[in-house]
């Protein structure tokens, strides 16, 4: 475990108020490094906070993608799970 994460557990028991956004996007950074080997699956934090964001009903259409790869912009543009409303958004 790392000390971010021990510090999240820390703020959660007892009861302080931390910018948890802040730390997820620290984390998800980390994980999509090329030098990463962490695998994002199904029923992690982007799941969570996609059904939090109240996309279930479009998580729960999704086919199941196995892969070792990794699933980078492009591919989830390809299988539609973005779509683009701008030249630079998404």
Known sequence: MRAG???ILWASLNQEAVNTSAFIASH???HAKPTSRVVIAAGGI???LGRALGYSDRIDRLAVLHTRGRLDLATC???KLFQT???DRL
Do not use: D
Request: negative net charge; hydrophobic residues 65%; aromatic residues 6%.
């Open 5 to 7: 994460e021990l510090f």
């Open 28 to 30: 998800l950074a980390e």
């Open 46 to 48: 982007i799941t969570a």
């Open 77 to 79: 543009l390809n299988m």
């Open 85 to 87: 409303i701008g030249v």
